[in-house]
């Protein structure tokens, strides 16, 4: 890893901390979720309203490399 990699990884963590101050629920949600329904066969659906009024919806089934994947974000997260 680079200089610059570890830099972007700074920056990342950064913004990741100041998106949790600005939305102290989210991550209790995603706490949460994580804990309780990160199952092979869940559905997760993200809906986005704009501001213009169009949406936006789209849904995955978790696979077990989804999975893994998301343990490994959330160990990136616990990384101090």
Do not use: C, W
Request: net charge positive.
């Amino acid at each position: 890893m680079n200089l610059n990699s570890l830099a972007l990884l700074q920056q990342m963590k950064n913004q990741i901390g100041k998106f949790k101050t600005r939305h102290p629920k989210f991550p209790l949600f995603l706490n949460a979720v994580s804990e309780n329904a990160l199952l092979e066969g869940t559905v997760i659906e993200i809906t986005v309203a704009a501001p213009g009024g169009q949406n936006y919806t789209s849904n995955i089934k978790l696979m077990p490399e989804d999975i893994e994947l998301i343990q490994t974000l959330k160990k990136m997260d616990q990384i101090n």
